[in-house]
C-alpha cells in the first residue's frame, strides 16, 4: 500500500501516534529544511501552534530537526495559522510551520507548511517533501556541528498580527456600539481576537477562551456554536462570532441565536466589497460544497462564481489563477486576498461586523438576501478500506450522478481524518433526501462488509 503522510491540509492524525509522532516531526523538518534551504543567506522558518497539548512535543521536534540542518528558527508560541502566514512575509523568513490539527479535538494534531509567500504548498511540493521524509537514510541531509542553526523566541509576533489584522479596515472603521459575543474555541486566537475587536470599540463578551490543552474545540468554537447562540440571546448581543481552534474559520450568528449559513456569509462579504469598488476581476471563488442559491444571488449584481475543489488552499490557487481577491468556503474559510493567503477568521468577522454598523441594521434583516436551495450534508465514518475505491460503489455512484445531472452531487474522501463528506443539493428536497438516503445505504453496506 502507498504511504500518503499529507492530507487535504498538511499532515494530521492522533498525536504521538503515526504519522502524528516526535519521530516523524523531526523527519519532517529535516526534510522541509532540505527542501527549502537556499544558498547565500542563513535559512529561516517561522513555527506557531495552537492550544492543544502535544504541541510540547512536536514543537521541539521540529525545532531539533531544522536546527539539524543549519535553519534558524523562529519560535512565536500560540497564534492563528493566518497569522503564520503573514510573519513568514514580514520576517523575510524562508518558510513556515502551524502545529494544528484545526477544528479537530485536543487528541489530533497536525503540520501544515507554508511558504515564503505565505502560500500553502501545492501536491508536487508535498510528495518530494514526503519522499525525503520516508527516506531510509535522511540522516544524510545532517550538517557539520558548526553549521547548526540557532532557535529565538519572538515577543512581539501576537502584536505584529494584531496590527495586521486592523490594517484590513480602515482607521475610522469604529465597531463602537456592538456588543459581540466571542468563541475562541479555547484556541490559538483566545488571546489576540478578543483584544482586536476591543481596540476597535467594540464591547467584546469572550467565552471559550480559557484553553487549558485538551479543551480546544470541546463543544465550543465554529464546530459547536450552539452555546453561543445561547450566550447571544442571554446578553442581547448584536451578533456571535465564532472561530475555530486555529483561527481560519468563522461562523456568525444573529441577535436572535440563528446561524448564518456560510453562504450567505460570502455573498454577504462579496456583495460588501463589490458596493465599495474592492472587488476585483468581477468574480469570487467557492468550492463544489458551496449552494447554487448562492450563485444565483451573485449572478444578479454581475459577480461570477467559480468553483473549486474543497479547501481553502484550492480556493487560494483559484483565486490566484482567475486574479480575484476574495473566496471562501461554506465551513467558514474565508480569504481576503488583500490580507491574507489563506483563511482568516478574525478578518471575515471584521467584514461581517462593518457591514452590521454601516447599515443601522439588525443582523437578523440583513441575512435574508437568499434561502440556499435544499441541501444535505452527511459524513459516514470508515475504518479499514475506502469504499469510494471499491470498483461496484465507482460504477453505482456514477449512475447515481449521471441520472440526475441537473441536480448536484458530491460524494468525496475527508483528507483529514477515515470519514466520507456527501452532499446532495437540487430544488425539490424530496429528491435531495431519497438520493442521500441511497447513497448512504451504498456506501454503508460496503463498509460493512469490508
Known amino acids: 500500500m502507498t504511504v500518503k503522510l499529507f492530507g487535504t491540509d498538511g499532515i494530521r492524525g492522533p498525536a504521538n501516534q503515526y504519522p502524528m509522532t516526535a519521530d516523524i516531526a523531526l523527519k519532517f523538518a529535516i526534510a522541509a529544511g532540505v527542501y527549502y534551504k537556499q544558498d547565500g543567506h542563513k535559512n529561516r522558518v517561522v513555527i506557531g501552534k495552537d492550544t492543544r497539548l502535544s504541541g510540547y512535543l512536536l514543537e521541539p521536534a521540529l525545532t531539533a ?16 495559522t493566518p497569522a503564520i502566514s503573514m510573519l513568514v512575509k514580514a520576517l523575510r523568513a524562508d518558510f513556515g510551520v502551524m502545529i494544528t490539527a484545526s477544528h479537530n479535538p485536543y487528541y489530533d494534531n ?3 507548511l507554508f511558504n515564503k509567500n505565505g502560500e500553502k504548498l501545492l501536491n508536487e511540493c508535498e510528495n518530494k517533501i514526503q519522499t525525503m521524509i520516508l527516506d531510509d537514510d535522511i540522516n544524510k541531509y545532517l550538517v557539520q556541528s558548526d553549521q547548526l542553526g540557532r532557535a ?3 515577543e512581539d509576533a501576537p502584536g505584529r498580527y494584531i496590527e495586521h489584522v486592523k490594517s484590513s479596515v480602515t482607521k475610522s472603521s469604529s465597531l463602537s456600539g456592538l456588543r ?22 467594540a464591547e467584546v463578551v469572550p467565552i471559550a477562551a480559557e484553553p487549558n490543552g485538551f479543551n480546544i474545540n470541546a463543544a465550543c468554537g465554529a464546530t459547536a456554536p450552539e452555546v453561543m447562540a445561547i450566550k447571544v ?8 462570532i465564532a472561530l475555530d481552534g486555529d483561527g481560519d474559520r468563522l461562523v456568525v450568528v444573529t441577535e436572535q441565536g440563528k446561524i448564518v449559513h456560510g453562504d450567505i456569509v460570502i455573498g454577504m462579504i462579496a456583495k460588501g466589497l463589490l458596493d465599495r469598488g474592492r472587488l476585483i476581476g468581477g468574480a469570487i471563488v467557492v468550492t463544489e460544497m458551496s449552494n447554487t442559491a448562492l450563485c444565483d444571488y451573485l449572478d444578479q449584481y454581475g459577480i461570477k462564481t467559480i468553483r473549486t475543489a474543497v479547501g481553502d488552499r484550492n ?17 467558514g474559510h474565508i480569504i481576503m486576498g ?38 444535505v450534508l452527511r459524513s459516514l465514518k470508515f475504518q479499514n478500506n475506502n469504499p469510494l475505491e471499491h470498483p461496484k460503489v465507482i460504477e453505482k455512484l456514477s449512475q447515481i450522478q449521471s441520472k440526475h445531472s441537473e441536480q448536484r452531487v458530491s460524494i468525496r474522501a475527508s483528507g483529514t481524518e477515515k470519514v466520507i463528506r456527501i452532499m446532495v443539493e437540487g430544488k425539490e428536497e424530496t429528491w435531495v433526501h431519497d438520493t442521500v438516503e441511497e447513497i448512504e445505504k451504498l456506501l454503508t453496506d460496503h463498509i460493512h462488509d469490508s
Open 65 to 80: 530537526g531544522f536546527i539539524s540542518v543549519g535553519v534558524d528558527v523562529i519560535l512565536v508560541g500560540p497564534i492563528p
Open 233 to 240: 440571546k442571554e446578553l442581547r448581543a448584536d451578533i456571535g
Open 180 to 201: 459581540v459575543v466571542l468563541d475562541t474555541a479555547n484556541g490559538a486566537a483566545y488571546h489576540l481576537a478578543p483584544t482586536i475587536l476591543w481596540e476597535l470599540g
Open 110 to 112: 497536525g503540520l501544515k
Open 315 to 331: 480556493v487560494r490557487e483559484a483565486m490566484l489563477t482567475h486574479g480575484t481577491n476574495f473566496g471562501g468556503e461554506q465551513s
Open 152 to 154: 529565538r523566541r519572538l
Open 338 to 375: 488583500d490580507y491574507a493567503t489563506t483563511g482568516d477568521g478574525i478578518v471575515a468577522a471584521l467584514q461581517m461586523l462593518l457591514i452590521l454598523v454601516e447599515s443601522g441594521k439588525k443582523l437578523s434583516e440583513l441575512v435574508n438576501i437568499f434561502e440556499p436551495y435544499p441541501q
